[in-house]
């Protein structure tokens, strides 16, 4: 559903991403996953178009992502960012909707989407009435979520989504996220820096070093097979890292 093909990119001189081929089979979830800078978010902002590679080519599906085609792709893709990345003029509905809207969607098609949506993320539909800056760290995260649903996309991309969450409130997101990926069986790709979560995510993992990916596999086999004296490092860091 995802592939990349010997894609690279470079800033001011410095190689974020080196050369990188992976594909991501169809209702999969792949975990990147390393340290600040390593080039995981990188690897989203190509697959969602958002960044042109240098060289290399990307394909959601059959369709080739590029600065033609990025705008068709995107509508194929949600993308849930920290803190959900809403906009701050807008009540939770309308940056839920905006889209749709845009797209020609009739009211009553959004007032049924929005209806299935908040049941999924469980969040109160009196809710969407307000204010991002009105709303708990974990609420809007629900609502990114919801905007990255609205469309019903074959791919969903996280970027560290639950990183800036009380540990109570991330381990309750955690558990509502594993039941929305079983639930609709999209391809994922969910990044994050905590190895634990790689784990109860991803289906695999891609280990990121230096904008390449060090070893790819479960969690089992970076434990028992580590690739490169690296792998152990960065496992041996995460501290109460378990199988479980």
Not at 29 to 42: D, Q, R
Not at 158 to 167: I, V
Not at 192 to 207: C, K, P, Q, V
């Amino acid at each position: 559903m995802v592939s990349l093909t010997e894609v690279t990119k470079t800033y001011a001189g410095r190689t974020v991403l080196r050369p990188t081929t992976l594909t991501v089979d169809r209702g999969a979830c792949l975990a990147p996953i390393g340290p600040s800078g390593c080039g995981k978010s990188t690897l989203l902002r190509v697959v969602i178009g958002l960044i042109v590679p240098d060289a290399g080519t990307v394909r959601i599906g059959e369709a080739v992502v590029n600065a033609t085609s990025a705008y068709e792709v995107r509508l194929r893709v949600g993308y849930v960012i920290q803190d959900g990345g809403l906009f701050p003029h807008l009540t939770c509905e309308d940056n839920v909707a905006l889209v749709a809207r845009r797209r020609g969607w009739a009211p009553d098609k959004i007032a049924a989407r929005l209806g299935e949506l908040v049941d999924l993320v469980r969040l109160p539909r009196t809710m969407l009435a307000r204010y991002p800056a009105q709303m708990s760290g974990g609420q809007r995260q629900r609502v990114g979520i919801m905007r990255a649903l609205m469309l019903d996309p074959e791919v969903l991309l996280f970027d560290e989504p639950l990183g800036a969450l009380d540990p109570m409130v991330r381990a309750q997101l955690q558990d509502d996220l594993k039941q929305i990926f079983a639930t609709l069986a999209k391809t994922v790709l969910l990044v994050t820096h905590d190895m634990a979560e790689a784990a109860r995510f991803g289906d695999s993992i891609a280990l990121m070093k230096d904008g390449a990916i060090v070893q790819r596999g479960s969690i089992k086999e970076l434990l028992e097979s580590p690739a490169d004296p690296f792998v152990n490092d960065f496992l041996r860091a995460q501290r109460g890292l378990s199988l479980q």
